[in-house]
């Protein structure tokens, strides 16, 4: 299970035998502080997420790469419907 907030589970949920190990999850926090709020789909930075399932550091590490080539994808699609409005 995973939760952002432990303290509104319901202690029957997180007791011994239930719930043996907390693991926090540093990289998940540098991954989302890297990617600018609201820029994004969910849809894209699932894709990405997906292309990198088996690295939790290429996700990380890659995360940079991946902003720049999608903000470059996004910017020639407009680009593209600008020019198909004198078409």
């Known amino acids: 299970m995973t939760t ?3 303290e509104h589970l319901d202690e029957a949920l997180i007791r011994p035998g239930r719930a ?3 693991v926090h999850s540093q990289l998940a926090d540098n991954f989302a502080s890297m990617v600018p709020d609201q ?3 969910l849809a894209e930075v699932l894709s990405f997420l997906l ?3 088996n690295s939790l ?3 990380v ?3 940079e790469n991946w902003i720049e ?3 470059a994808g996004s910017q020639l699609k407009r680009e593209d419907i600008e020019i198909s ?3």
């Open 69 to 71: 080539r999608t903000k």
């Open 20 to 22: 043996d190990k907390r």
């Open 39 to 41: 820029f994004f789909s």
């Open 57 to 59: 550091f290429g996700a």
């Open 51 to 53: 292309e990198q399932k």
């Open 85 to 87: 409005k004198y078409i």
């Open 4 to 6: 952002n907030h432990i």
């Open 61 to 63: 590490t890659g995360v």
